[in-house]
């Protein structure tokens, strides 16, 4: 029986009306404010509700949500009621006049709120889904194995993983963090921490629990009393840090480890600190989980500590891609971002991962003979050793098992033998709810092409190798099977799964919410930190640049800013990065003028924020990234596989349009022989970056699955 229709209450007909009409959110929809139709019968400001721990009302989980309601003239007359139950004792009047409270005993589904002072009303439709998801992502992996127990959990059993949370504290002496049994008792070797200008003792409320089948970690500086959304601590500077994890893998379990949340800049100053161990790529490689891992948390967060300010998302490598594609494909989730060591997301950083294992194996073959500079003019970057740790970290995420964490147990594991059905642990397979399963082979569709490349296209053109060597490597260079092996045929991307990157965000155009949010790109300089690490390029920064400038028309949101992988100067640059970021996105919150969004971004953006390195610990100077000045020579830019091979800088291309050869575009002599046999390589032509690649689509916003 549905809960509204238990007791003889009068609805407006109007709210009858817009609940029952009230369509499910569509990709792209803006955040449910009302039913837009059950206003007009009152004078004077608007009595309105809205959700405030997730502002899209048809997202909301876990059978509670934070709501707002502005407009009321006369506390005494008003009533909010989820469905015909009375709920308005949980407004709390806040210092802006508006009323706030936690209304709990959402069913899942949809769910009527509704709130009227005489003849004034509004009425909001509210969604709510299971607290172990999914909410946008789609089915979820089974099986799915769980990882408790290494947070300090009870054990967890499949499919939600799901364990009681449970809260405990630690507090800050010297340089560590230490556990602390009674928080009422602070130690006397407690440090403190400055929140606003005011010193506090530095003592840690971290809170764990499950949410969405991961393990989530919440960390704020305690007061000394339970957190309500109502009333935030003193101890919170209003300000929420949402972090994330690097790697990429297949899934299949829920994570040992989270983004981080023990992070002293961050709670020194009072932020809260969030995470949960799907929004570590290595545990999960799908953005879209990981953007409902988030919105999930940061619900919760809301309605344990209150509305934010605004979000910052923070995090290297995988971490980054995370934010960018985040921030691209479901704005709101974060306000600001500050990705380190970044790429620009899972497929189109796949490339390079490819080129490079199978670069090697010629290298170590039929190239054999080829000097280092030879091979490393073809690769792009400054170190050939760059190939080499692409190779050894993540090209075993193409194959089928090659990656498979500990916790999934070897029996349960595919093999083309003794277990056909077996669980696959390609970074694609978190990505089967959009791209999709080959019937006939069983695997996940995949994106992976190499048809019509030119490998070392430029080091061809730039004399850096002969036209034998080009003709070799490229009859010779190979590709992979739908089980990540290294054969003699070119990869070929299927279709669908190609139109489903561009759609999905799988491929980060730039030009959605990218396109107004402020970024502090981090680029940690890891090109001179060697094996493995150094695959970590700084050409990416300018990769993710390029097409924001592409989608809209600059990249005046976007700062990118360099330091050396030293303690000291990643101290600075951290710290630096945060105090921007938090400046830029409280100069943007206060801009009541004018404009759009992105206008409020750019115009708002610190005057000492600009391009720039760090030459030491002490010293920030500015650049224009034209490798002319002192940044230019202490941070030089490469180029990557694909780059050679003629991919524009952009390199949002996955599967490229074809065109025949045109021999006179080389600016090289091939003889005869050479000829007949580059037109047996490229049968089907070369790669024509001037035209739209095969299977390109539209992106979406906020799509849901």
């Avoid at 990981?290 to 605004?310: C, L, Q």
């Avoid at 990540?484 to 190609?498: I, L, M, P, T």
């Avoid at 970021?581 to 992105?598: C, E, N, Q, V």
């Avoid at 000829?675 to 849901?704: E, I, Q, S």
Wanted: with cysteine; proline share 6%.
């Amino acid at each position: 029986m549905r809960r509204w229709a238990r007791t003889a209450v009068l609805v407006p007909a109007a709210v009858v009306m817009a609940a029952a009409l009230a369509p499910a959110a569509a990709s792209g929809e803006q955040p449910a404010r009302g039913t837009g139709g059950a206003h007009g019968w009152h004078h004077g400001d608007r009595l309105s509700i809205e959700t405030v721990s997730n502002p899209r009302a048809e997202l909301v989980s876990g059978g509670d949500v934070l709501v707002r309601v502005t407009g009321v003239d006369d506390r005494r007359r008003l009533s909010l009621r989820l469905g015909r139950e009375d709920v308005t004792d949980v407004l709390v009047e806040q210092p802006d006049g508006s009323l706030v409270g936690l209304v709990d005993g959402l069913r899942d589904g949809r769910n009527l709120l509704w709130a009227h002072q005489g003849l004034r009303f509004d009425s909001l439709v509210v969604t709510n889904h299971d607290i172990a998801g999914p909410v946008l992502s789609g089915p979820q992996q089974t099986p799915f194995y769980c990882e408790t127990e290494a947070f300090g959990l009870p054990a967890a059993s499949q499919p939600d993983c799901s364990a009681p949370t449970q809260v405990s504290y630690v507090y800050r002496s010297g340089s560590t963090f230490k556990p602390l049994a009674d928080p009422s008792a602070v130690p006397a070797d407690a440090a403190t921490a400055t929140v606003d200008g005011s010193t506090v003792p530095y003592v840690v409320r971290v809170e764990r629990g499950t949410i969405d089948r991961a393990v989530y970690e919440v960390a704020a500086l305690y007061d000394g009393t339970d957190p309500t959304p109502t009333a935030p601590a003193d101890t919170w500077n209003d300000r929420l840090v949402y972090t994330f994890g690097g790697g990429c893998n297949g899934g299949y379990h829920q994570g040992a480890n989270s983004g981080g949340v023990l992070n002293d800049l961050m709670l020194s100053q009072g932020y809260v600190v969030a995470s949960s161990s799907l929004n570590v790529l290595d545990n999960n490689c799908s953005h879209i989980i990981s953007a409902e891992a988030a919105m999930m948390v940061k619900e919760h967060v809301v309605e344990t500590y209150g509305a934010p300010a605004h979000t910052i998302g923070w995090g290297g490598s995988g971490g980054a891609i995370q934010q960018y594609a985040i921030a691209d494909t479901y704005p709101g989730i974060l306000d600001g971002i500050v990705p380190s060591i970044g790429f620009p997301d899972v497929v189109t950083t796949t490339g390079p991962v490819g080129d490079c294992r199978l670069l090697n194996r010629f290298y170590a073959g039929d190239g054999a003979s080829w000097s280092a500079e030879e091979k490393r003019a073809v690769t792009g970057y400054l170190n050939l050793s760059s190939c080499q740790s692409w190779d050894l970290t993540f090209a075993s995420r193409l194959t089928a098992t090659e990656s498979c964490p500990a916790v999934i147990p070897v029996d349960v594991r595919w093999d083309p033998v003794t277990n056909p059905d077996g669980l696959k642990c390609s970074a694609m397979e978190q990505f089967v709810n959009q791209v999709g399963r080959d019937p006939k082979t069983g695997f996940v569709r995949s994106a992976t092409d190499n048809v019509g490349m030119q490998y070392g296209l430029e080091a061809l053109e730039d004399g850096s190798i002969t036209p034998e060597q080009f003709v070799a490597l490229n009859e010779s260079i190979g590709g992979y099977d739908v089980a990540g092996n290294v054969v003699a045929e070119r990869s070929v991307a299927d279709r669908k799964a190609v139109r489903a990157s561009y759609r999905y965000g799988m491929v980060t155009s730039g030009g959605r919410g990218l396109a107004e949010t402020p970024v502090i790109d981090l680029r940690t300089y890891a090109d001179v930190a060697g094996v493995p690490a150094n695959f970590h390029t700084a050409e990416w920064s300018f990769v993710i640049r390029q097409r924001m400038i592409e989608a809209n028309g600059d990249a005046d949101n976007q700062v990118i800013v360099a330091h050396m992988p030293l303690p000291d100067q990643t101290a600075a640059a951290s710290a630096d990065a945060l105090a921007s970021m938090d400046a830029w996105l409280t100069a943007i919150d206060g801009d009541t003028g004018r404009g759009s969004r992105a206008d409020k971004v750019v115009r708002n953006k610190p005057g000492s924020l600009s391009d720039s390195c760090w030459v030491s610990a002490s010293q920030r100077i500015p650049t224009d990234w034209s490798g002319t000045d002192t940044c230019g020579s202490v941070y030089p830019i490469g180029d990557n596989p694909r780059q050679v091979a003629g991919q524009p800088l952009e390199q949002d291309v996955v599967a490229c349009a074809l065109r025949p050869i045109r021999w006179r575009s080389y600016g090289v002599d091939f003889t005869a022989e050479q000829k007949a046999r580059l037109r047996g390589t490229f049968d089907r032509g070369v790669c024509d970056y001037d035209a739209k690649p095969r299977g390109w689509a539209k992106a979406l916003t906020w799509p849901t699955f």
